[in-house]
């Protein structure tokens, strides 16, 4: 028989290494149920559950305004976030005025991404009773153009006016509310057109075409190819996105999609699930290796996802550098690299 001593030595170090193994309890925010950051999320839960690595409590419907902040503040261990919320943050303006330029650079510094996803490609688009001719028939009319604050109303804003020339509360009349209310918005008559970032199939236009039918414009090619809007590409937050027309699913019937020459462009939003710079490297490297190993199960967990940029770090498409501050974790690096992928200087923290 072993020595008492040495057997309660042995169950201490067992259970020391059960410790040192067990699955962390991590805590996520993301936007609300229906697209592809809240789906990033909600398959990481699964697979890091999965893989052992974290059980994530993942509390949806959020204002990532918010959830960026608590990330930064160790409030939160997880949120999605548009990348042009890290940027705001690092400035100290927008949302986060209040808060001041040093204090957001400060609290911006603390932020690393794991992995890319574009959250959607603007879109102008109405209901075909409305009798809408297109982007240069807005003046005068109601648009829809996102939530009452945060990354998608500024941009919708920006596109319009480089698209048509007109400015909200001048040239037409702009519609807020939140994302929750979006279909009924859509679908109660109450705008003219509509100016939100969609996916390829959009869940809002699946169930907005229950009202009538639908025709969605693409941004005009010669508004796209000036430089005003070139230069807006490249703005925190944005990439430049094409799709052939025939791939553009956007419904089984009664949506119509116009462009001038058979290819899809739109100004596409990109974000990503981001950490505190804190976080354990091995605990970020693993995270982002489920997402890495499990992206042909997250790929076919939706019909949009094909075309939601999971996996896709190149630099220009992804919205990594230039006039983004945001850098990915060191493990989330290091799990991309080991996967095959390149992560440019630029991006590495």
Not at 73 to 90: Q, R
Not at 227 to 251: C, N, R
Not at 298 to 310: D, N, Q, W
Request: glycine fraction near 12%; charge should be negative; aromatic fraction near 8%.
């Amino acid at each position: 028989m072993k020595p008492l001593k040495k057997l309660l030595t042995l169950a201490i170090a067992g259970t020391l290494t059960c410790a040192v193994n067990a699955a962390e309890n991590l805590t996520a925010e993301t936007a609300s149920p229906g697209g592809s950051i809240h789906l990033s999320m909600a398959h990481l839960a699964e697979a890091a559950s999965e893989a052992g690595i974290a059980n994530i409590q993942v509390a949806d419907g959020q204002t990532l305004t918010n959830s960026i902040q608590n990330v930064a503040e160790g409030k939160t261990d997880i949120a999605g976030t548009p990348y042009i919320l890290p940027f705001l943050l690092s400035k100290g303006r927008g949302p986060y005025s209040k808060l001041g330029e040093e204090k957001g650079a400060e609290l911006a510094g603390n932020l690393r991404a794991l992995y890319p996803v574009t959250l959607g490609i603007f879109a102008m688009y109405a209901y075909d009773s409305k009798g809408l001719g297109g982007w240069d028939d807005l003046e005068g009319r109601t648009i829809y153009n996102g939530p009452p604050r945060g990354a998608a109303l500024t941009n919708a804003r920006s596109i319009i006016q480089l698209a048509t020339g007109l400015k909200e509360g001048e040239g037409y009349k702009g519609v807020q509310v939140n994302w929750g209310q979006a279909v009924k918005t859509i679908t109660d008559g109450s705008a003219d057109a509509v100016v939100l970032p969609i996916l390829f199939p959009d869940s809002r236009i699946t169930q907005a075409l229950a009202s009538g039918n639908m025709t969605v414009w693409s941004t005009p090619k010669d508004k796209w190819e000036s430089e005003g809007f070139q230069k807006y590409l490249k703005a925190p937050g944005s990439a430049p996105f094409t799709l052939d027309a025939s791939k553009a699913t956007l419904g089984e019937s009664g949506v119509t999609l116009v462009t001038e020459d058979g290819t899809f462009r739109g100004l596409a939003t990109i974000g990503g699930d981001i950490v505190n710079k804190d976080m354990p490297f091995e605990l970020a490297k693993a995270l982002t290796k489920a997402h890495i190993d499990t992206l042909d199960q997250l790929k076919a967990k939706a019909p949009f996802a094909r075309y939601a940029g999971y996996g896709e770090v190149d630099v220009v498409r992804s919205g990594m550098c230039g006039a983004n501050p945001l850098k990915y974790h060191a493990g989330a690096v290091a799990a991309w690299e080991e996967a095959g992928y390149t992560i440019e200087d630029c991006a590495k923290p």
